[in-house]
T-cell receptor, first 112, second 114 residues
Framework: DVKVTQSSRYLVKRTGEKVFLECVQD?????MFWYRQDPGLGLRLIYF???????EKGDIPEGYSVSREKKERFSLILESASTNQTSMYLC???????????FGNGTRLTVT | AQSVTQLGSHVSVSEGALVLLRCNYS??????LFWYVQYPNQGLQLLLK??????LVKGINGFEAEFKKSETSFHLTKPSAHMSDAAEYFC????????????FGKGTRLSVIA
């Protein structure tokens, strides 16, 4: 079974802090994705990557950056956390092409 | 651009009743379609998918969905609801070309009443 592991289930940070959300997958997937999930808004794509050291902006990249130095790891970075970034963050991975996504269990981030 | 509309943000059914969750999509090319389920405090897991071929697709936990091109729909059904089906369900589409991320609907929360 594909396993996508997000480093934290719950995280509380202060406004202005730099925040790192880590995601690791164990199935040698080429593609990795970061979504945020908010009530009534569904899932919104922040960034994605189709290869190491490669990144593409999704629908809502403002205030975020990403890093993919190794194939199995995709990090989401909040350069200066703000209260409107309080949300559930979901990482996903897939093999090349139009394959299904495999999701981690999510990180619920609260910014105070 | 692709888009997905899920009709009804919240659906409530009695235990044993038919479950019907609606999904309509727009896509300029033949799509791949997916249904995902999310249980509380968990990530999403794949229920079923349509790529090509047979338009009636069977998934896990007794769910199935039918791709209707003429109606641009991919509704999810289950003949008899169980309490354990209470969850949030997401429909998603990706065009049948290129390496394009999935586009998700906003989700439908299913409640099952005893």
């Amino acid at each position: 079974d594909v396993k996508v592991t997000q480093s934290s289930r719950y995280l509380v940070k202060r406004t202005g802090e730099k925040v790192f959300l880590e995601c690791v997958q164990d199935m040698d997937h080429e593609n990795m994705f970061w979504y945020r999930q908010d009530p009534g808004l569904g899932l919104r794509l922040i960034y994605f990557s189709y290869d190491v050291k490669m990144k593409e902006k999704g629908d809502i990249p403002e205030g975020y950056s990403v890093s993919r130095e190794k194939k199995e790891r995709f990090s989401l970075i909040l350069e200066s956390a703000s209260t409107n970034q309080t949300s559930m963050y979901l990482c996903a991975s897939s093999s090349r092409g139009r394959s299904p996504l495999h999701f981690g269990n999510g990180t619920r981030l609260t910014v105070t | 651009a692709q888009s997905v509309t899920q009709l009804g943000s919240h659906v409530s059914v009695s235990e044993g009743a038919l479950v019907l969750l609606r999904c309509n999509y727009s896509s300029s090319v033949p799509p791949y379609l997916f249904w995902y389920v999310q249980y509380p405090n968990q990530g999403l897991q794949l229920l079923l998918k349509y790529t090509t071929g047979a338009t009636l697709v069977k998934g896990i936990n007794g769910f199935e969905a039918e791709f209707k091109k003429s109606e641009t729909s991919f509704h999810l059904t289950k003949p008899s609801a169980h309490m354990s089906d209470a969850a949030e369900y997401f429909c998603a589409v990706t065009p049948n070309s290129g390496n394009t991320p999935l586009v998700f609907g906003k989700g439908t929360r299913l409640s099952v009443i005893a």
